[in-house]
């Protein structure tokens, strides 16, 4: 039998996180995101983590990043 087995990155599994978090808060264009550090207590994972995902995620169009704000 064969089975592929999947390895989802830590980033990965944190996009989906605030893609859910998007969604369950129900955020609109323009609305807030939770900071990085805040992300970081929130799923207990390390600052570049969440850091490279918010960049994935905008990359992807999915957020956008506005200094000072």
Request: one cysteine or more; glycine letters at 6%.
């Amino acid at each position: 039998m064969n089975m592929k087995i999947e390895k989802i990155s830590v980033v990965d599994q944190t996009i989906e996180w605030l893609k859910e978090y998007i969604e369950e808060n129900q955020l609109k264009e323009g609305d807030r995101m939770p900071t990085e550090q805040e992300v970081c207590h929130m799923c207990g994972i390390g600052r570049s983590t969440v850091r490279e995902a918010y960049q994935m995620m905008q990359a992807l169009k999915i957020t956008e990043s506005v200094r000072g704000k």
